[in-house]
């Protein structure tokens, strides 16, 4: 399935992206609409890679981004082709490019797909693994505090807390992501939160700012009631517009949301190449980072 520059249409060329390459970047995400920020771009440039198709003149028509993770498999996502240079075939070509990168170093590729997304997925050999659903809101109605039912106190992460926080995440999500949270930790102090019960770290939220709203996940935890509790605690200090990235096994959680005056925006379909079961614990994963980051 390797590909090669030469499959590409003529007077296009690929290369790897770097910092001076930001700002083309971010206006091909802001063209079409997405809600990342130039934070956003620097992660995948820091912790992973981004890939680009250019003109001869030099301009950035396309890329892709590819952030390999420890657990045996990397994250394909910002996937973005300007518009006047849409359906021929770059796309498929920098998806391809990306999963030769990550099996070439032995990872399995994973993303997370839009339905339209999903057709061309299914065609390269991505498998349905389990599906979610992105709630948005506009604005929160006012509701009182949700507590976890076993008595768990919410509180503001504390540096102490980050060897137990990676190591539910990591147990949840599969891979050590550890840099990746710390840099989200700092984006949304706010949403950077802990639950504790005696003494013990039972679940975490994290959150990040964005273009246009703010996200909130990962969020990891042992129970509904610590989740919720989470939530709660963040959307009484996190101004809308916000979006959450829920898996649909989470339905009550849902339910309340909409409570709060979130609507479904679009589901999601978290895939794998070449088999049909993911790395994470849906059980204990309550928010994704959003589809970009897994």
Known sequence: MAVSDQDLPSGVAARELSESDLAAAMALSQEAGWNQTDADWRLFLELG????????SGALIATAATLPHGGGFGWISM???????????LARWLLRRCMDDLIAKKLVPVLDATPAGRMVYLGLGFNDCWAMRRAVAQQVRSSSQRGAQEGAT?????????????????????????????RLAARLPAAALVAELHGRV???????????????????????SVAGALLSHALHTISAPL????????????????TLGFKI????TRMVYGRS??????????????????
């Open 49 to 56: 890679h981004v890939v680009g198709l250019t003109r001869s």
């Open 202 to 224: 039972v679940g975490f939220l994290l959150g990040r700012d964005g273009r246009t709203m703010n996200q909130l996940g990962p969020l990891a935890a042992g129970d509904e």
């Open 277 to 294: 079961h993911a790395f994470d614990d849906t059980a204990r994963l309550f928010a994704i980072a959003g589809p970009e980051l897994g």
């Open 154 to 182: 919410i509180r503001p992460i504390a540096e102490e807390d980050w060897s137990a926080i990676i190591a539910l995440d990591t147990d949840v999500f599969g891979a050590d992501r550890s840099r990746l949270l710390r």
């Open 265 to 268: 925006e679009r589901p999601l």
């Open 79 to 89: 996937v973005l082709v300007t518009a006047s240079e849409r359906r021929r075939g």
């Open 243 to 258: 979006a959450i990235d829920l898996p649909d096994r989470h339905s009550r959680l849902g339910e309340w949301l909409s």
